[in-house]
C-alpha cells in the first residue's frame, strides 16, 4: 500500500481545500452555491491532477472485472409501477440502464480515490456548497463511494436522482457516447410537468442539453429536479465515473435489499 497524500491528488492552486479560511476557498464556493442555483450545477474541471486520474484508473482497472453487473428496466422517479395510472402515463413509462457497478469495500484502503474520499476537506468543502452545518460520509459499506463501470453500448436510461444533488468525479471518458445529457424544468417541489416529460421521453430532442465534461473534473448536479441519462458507450474505452455520498444525517445505510438490487450482495454495517 503506498500512502497517498490528499494535497497531491487535486489542483489545490485552483481548487485550496486545504485552505478553508483563503479568500480563493471562499469566492470558490460562493460560485459553486451561485452555478448549482442558477443552472443546478457546479462544474469544476481539472480538479483532479492529471497524475492522480492516471493513478486512480489504473487502481480502477484493477477491480472493474469484479463490478457487478446492473441490467435495470426502470421508470423515469426510480419509484414501483403505479398501475392506477395509464399504462402511457410518463410515470410508468420504462427506461433501459446497463453498466457495472463497483462497491465502497471494492476499493482498497490506500487506493487515491478512496483517500480522496475520506478527506475531511472534501467533505467540509461540499457541506460549504450546499449551504450545511454539518454532513457526514455515507455510512453503507456498499454505497458510499461507488464507480459506475459502462462499457461498449451499455447506458443510463432517463431518471430523476433520489438526493437532491450528487457529487460525482469522471475518471475516465470513453472514445465516443457516453455522454451525460439533462432536462430543465420538468420537476418543482410540488409539480411535474407530465407534458414536457412525455415529449422529451417519446424522443423529442429540443430541450436536451449535454454537459461537456472532462476526465478529472468534480461536479455537483441538483439530479433530483433534472431528468438526466448517459448515452451509449461507443469504442472500447469504459466509462468510468465515481459517486462520493454524503449525508445530512450520520449512520445512513441503504436496506439489505436494495444493496442486493445493486452489487448482488449484502453486507453487515
Sequence with gaps: MVNVDENNLIDNKRY??????????QNLVSQC????NKNGACMLPGFLTTEAIAQIVAE???????????????????EEDDTSLP?????????????????????????????????????????AVLGKEKMYRMADPMAALTVNVMRKG??????F????????????????????QYVTD?????????ESLDDVLSGNEDRIQTL???????????????????????????????????KDEPGVCNSPEVQKLFYGRTAAV
Design 16 to 25: 485550496p481545500l486545504h485552505s478553508p479560511v483563503s479568500s480563493l476557498y
Design 33 to 36: 452555491k451561485q452555478d448549482l
Design 60 to 78: 480502477i482497472d484493477r477491480v472493474a472485472p469484479k463490478a457487478y453487473p446492473c441490467n435495470e428496466v426502470h421508470n423515469v422517479f426510480l
Design 87 to 127: 399504462e402511457s402515463h410518463p410515470r410508468r413509462l420504462k427506461e433501459k440502464t446497463s453498466l457495472g457497478s463497483l462497491a465502497y469495500d471494492q476499493i482498497e484502503h490506500g487506493d487515491a480515490l478512496r483517500t480522496l474520499y475520506e478527506w475531511d476537506s472534501l467533505l467540509h468543502f461540499v457541506t
Design 154 to 159: 451499455q447506458n443510463h436510461g432517463w431518471h
Design 161 to 180: 436522482d433520489e438526493s437532491l444533488v450528487t457529487t460525482t468525479i469522471i475518471l475516465q471518458k470513453p472514445l465516443e457516447g457516453g455522454e451525460f
Design 186 to 194: 420538468l420537476r418543482g417541489e410540488d409539480w411535474d410537468d407530465y
Design 212 to 246: 461537456p465534461v472532462e476526465a478529472g473534473t468534480l461536479l455537483l448536479f441538483a439530479g433530483y429536479y433534472q431528468l438526466h441519462r448517459v448515452t451509449p458507450v461507443v469504442g472500447n474505452t469504459t466509462r468510468y465515473v465515481a459517486t462520493l455520498c454524503f
